[in-house]
């Protein structure tokens, strides 16, 4: 029996899969997400492209698109509503598939040399062959294909990639940020540049991870932070 096929999602949709998915692995003592915290994963200023602003209300709504497929389950447990992502089951995936979309619906289309280092924290890839060789059965796939491999831009040396659930991505939109012909090459890599990328959104996350503990403690001992 196959998966059926999906509807097309917009921006935020896969947003908030994005969100959910990666703050499973990211802030696992505090998954499934609050209403108030996958807002805030959504609008999140680091390791997000496009950047967006999205309210409470238009979450919501998000979610309630997404029980449809079965792409989110929402759990009523205690005071607070949460909400977790379902993409392993409903997309029959596995959990090397689902990272790598995560870092595309979060980041845009990327080579499989920055999905590596961007997906790092989801899962660890031995080698740049071994994302390819998922990206390849991701457009294989028997319902559909759900990533594609885009055409080389103006004076790169790699392809990049982009997911497919929000329909096929404008060739124009994804060739808008090459760089201009009469512009210097830089002499740092792409891969180098996404790893600096990837290591102060951690070192970000660490800071706040950081001041809500000491937040904590100092309730805990009655001191002012």
Same mark, same amino acid.
């Given at each position: 029996?196959?998966? %059926?096929?999906? %509807?097309?999602?917009?921006?935020?949709?896969?947003?908030?899969?994005?969100?959910?998915?990666?703050?499973?692995?990211?802030?696992?003592?505090?998954?499934?997400?609050?209403?108030?915290?996958?807002?805030?994963?959504?609008?999140?200023?680091?390791?997000?492209?496009?950047?967006?602003?999205?309210?409470? @209300?238009?979450?919501?709504? @998000?979610?309630?698109?997404?029980?449809?497929?079965?792409?989110?389950?929402?759990?009523?447990?205690?005071?607070?509503?949460?909400?977790?992502?379902?993409?392993?089951?409903?997309?029959?995936?596995?959990?090397?598939?689902?990272?790598?979309?995560?870092?595309?619906? +979060?980041?845009?289309?990327?080579?499989?040399?920055?999905?590596?280092?961007?997906?790092?924290?989801?899962?660890?890839?031995?080698?740049?062959?071994?994302?390819?060789?998922? +990206?390849?059965?991701?457009?294989?796939?028997?319902?559909?294909?759900?990533?594609?491999?885009?055409?080389?831009?103006p004076g790169s040396r790699e392809k990049r990639w982009a997911?497919?659930?929000?329909?096929?991505?404008?060739?124009?939109?994804?060739?808008?940020? @090459?760089?201009?012909?009469?512009? %210097? @090459?830089?002499?740092?890599?792409?891969?180098?540049?996404?790893?600096?990328?990837?290591?102060?959104?951690?070192?970000?996350?660490?800071?706040?991870?950081?001041?809500? +503990?000491?937040?904590?403690?100092?309730?805990? +001992?009655?001191?002012?932070?």
């Amino acid at each position: 029996m196959t998966a %059926p096929r999906l %509807p097309v999602l917009s921006l935020l949709e896969t947003r908030v899969l994005g969100v959910l998915s990666e703050k499973q692995h990211t802030v696992p003592d505090t998954y499934p997400l609050s209403l108030n915290a996958l807002v805030a994963g959504c609008n999140q200023k680091t390791s997000r492209h496009p950047i967006i602003e999205a309210s409470e @209300a238009d979450v919501l709504s @998000a979610i309630d698109s997404l029980k449809g497929p079965a792409l989110i389950i929402e759990t009523s447990g205690g005071r607070v509503t949460r909400y977790a992502h379902n993409m392993e089951r409903a997309l029959r995936l596995p959990s090397q598939s689902i990272a790598l979309l995560t870092a595309l619906m +979060l980041r845009g289309p990327q080579t499989a040399g920055e999905l590596r280092t961007n997906s790092e924290r989801l899962h660890r890839f031995a080698d740049i062959s071994a994302v390819e060789g998922f +990206l390849q059965e991701l457009t294989e796939r028997p319902e559909g294909a759900i990533v594609v491999e885009l055409p080389r831009q103006p004076g790169s040396r790699e392809k990049r990639w982009a997911h497919l659930l929000s329909g096929t991505p404008a060739i124009e939109e994804t060739l808008s940020t @090459a760089p201009s012909a009469n512009e %210097p @090459a830089a002499d740092i890599s792409v891969g180098e540049i996404a790893a600096l990328k990837a290591n102060v959104a951690r070192l970000e996350e660490e800071v706040i991870a950081l001041k809500g +503990l000491v937040g904590k403690l100092c309730a805990a +001992l009655g001191v002012s932070g």
